[in-house]
């Protein structure tokens, strides 16, 4: 079993780092900026790169990265390394069309994913795979799961950036194997380790709050009667995970605990409406981001399709679990359907929903273990590595699509592929080809893929 985990996580975390997005995304940029001034000044001012990133905010003609502090905090020991092997970036003038300044950025974005968000989703796939296989004693159904959820889905690419997204969804996955897991024993350990993931989950995306209350409560629900000890225990790691680096960051950027960086956002008006543009939730937009050409999740995840079914069969044997993470999942779609700006701007599928898919991906595991004929494993089979070509498509090419495209598979992700227009570690860094950097990934990934297959342990 040892070797199976070891065998995911390596795959998990070398096909997240092995691509990569543009380090001078705006929404990566805004976190980095960010990181590097805290690691090389100490304050949290980024006026230095204001005409570098549209995603500002503005306190006392001063300016700030305008989101949640938790992948900042995450990335300050990649920051901090970056500046060991190599110049401070503030030696270096800042402008987006520099090459020199842009490759620095690449260099901290690079050890950032390959510190933070490629971590999130290994851990993510592991949690993933015990509990497939502790829920339906099938391995084949927790490892069918585990690829689904980690690289059959656009977790894969929003793993190669340093926006939140998907290590909210990892996240959640950790914290309902742990609850999971703190009600079958250990259970202070496990309840811990599920009340500090959720609390990162809120540092990381505040929004989580809403879908993260959701796992909480059954969490607290499952665990009551059994260890009071243990609830208790999950609500201090969770409020200590949270509120601690979230006090630490506001004093050095704010001076004040009582402070976002929403509050001050500069150039976005819908978030002046409901709450930080959150208003409330739109039927015709949840259907987009469902099944609509440009955000369908459909489309760039069809495996979350028998995932969902797989919710529905978990509930004969787990009915409190399967409603859970049904509900949450719900939570997670009808906030972004609420959001003002749904649609993400730049983004390959719905960005705002992938905190959900983790959720729903967990399905795959009974839905797996109901089937009970060749064909029908075939089909899912089939299923799942429609999908995974999907998002490996996805993540070298560019998980950021622009707005402007009526269907991103299509254009400018298959586009991207016929003129080679791709990113992967060797064509970043040693000016190889970029279809040789994809043709070394597929190598040792199907390598990787080939052993994990050839095991087939009992929980």
């Known amino acids: 079993m040892v070797r199976t985990r070891l065998l995911l996580a390596a795959l998990v975390w070398l096909s997240c780092v092995w691509f990569g997005s543009w380090a001078l995304n705006p929404n990566n940029a805004t976190r980095m900026y960010a990181g590097m001034t805290l690691v ?72 950032a994913v390959a510190m933070v968000s490629a971590v999130i989703a290994a851990l993510a796939a592991l949690a993933m795979h015990d509990l497939g296989l502790r829920l339906t004693g099938s391995a084949s159904g927790a490892l069918v799961a585990s690829l689904g959820f980690a690289l059959g889905t656009p977790v894969w690419g929003w793993s190669t950036t340093l926006f939140g997204h998907a290590p909210v969804a990892g996240l959640f ?23 500090a993931a959720l609390g990162l989950a809120v540092l990381i995306e505040f929004e989580a709050a809403l879908a993260g209350s959701v796992i909480a409560i059954w969490g607290a629900l499952r665990l009551w009667r059994a260890d009071r000890r243990a609830v208790a225990a999950a609500v201090a790691a969770g409020l200590v995970t949270l509120l601690v680096p979230f006090t630490t960051y506001n004093m050095i950027a704010f001076g004040t605990p009582f402070r976002l960086g929403y509050q001050g956002v500069v150039g976005f008006a819908g978030m002046d409406q409901g709450l930080f543009g959150l208003t409330s939730p739109k039927p015709i937009v949840l259907l987009k981001l469902l099944v609509g050409l440009r955000r369908g999740l459909v489309w ?64 795959l595991a009974p839905f797996w273990a109901s089937l009970r004929h060749a064909w029908e494993r075939a089909v899912t089979v089939g299923v799942l590595l429609v999908s995974v070509v999907i998002n490996l498509m996805i993540a070298a090419a560019n998980i950021t699509a622009p707005d402007t495209y009526r269907f991103p598979l299509a254009d400018p992700i298959l586009t991207a592929w016929n003129a080679g227009a791709l990113r992967t570690l060797p064509s970043d860094f040693l000016g190889w080809s970029p279809i040789i950097g994809v043709q070394i990934y597929l190598t040792a990934a199907v390598a990787l893929t080939s052993l994990l297959a050839r095991r087939r342990e009992g929980p």
Do not use: C, Q
């Not at 993470?325 to 993400?344: C, E, F, P």
């Open 40 to 111: 090389e000044r100490g304050d949290a001012r980024i006026d230095a790169y204001r005409a570098l990133t549209i995603d500002e905010a503005e306190f006392d003609g001063h300016f700030y990265m305008d989101k949640a502090s938790g992948m900042t905090l995450l990335s300050l020991p990649a920051m901090a390394l970056a500046d060991k092997i190599g110049p401070p970036i503030e030696y270096i003038p800042p402008t987006i069309y520099d090459a020199r300044f842009e490759h620095l950025m690449t260099v901290r974005l690079r050890l």
């Open 173 to 195: 996955v950790i914290a309902v194997w742990a609850l999971w897991r703190a009600g079958k024993g250990h259970a202070m350990r496990f309840a811990a380790i599920g009340g």
């Open 300 to 363: 760039v995840a069809p495996v979350l399709a028998p995932a969902a079914v797989g919710l529905w069969l978990l509930g004969r044997k787990h009915r409190g679990l399967a409603v859970m993470l049904a509900m949450a999942a719900l939570t997670v779609l009808l906030v972004n359907s609420a959001y003002v700006y749904w649609d993400g701007g730049h983004s390959t599928g719905p960005r705002h929903s992938v905190p959900a898919i983790g959720l729903i991906a967990i399905g």
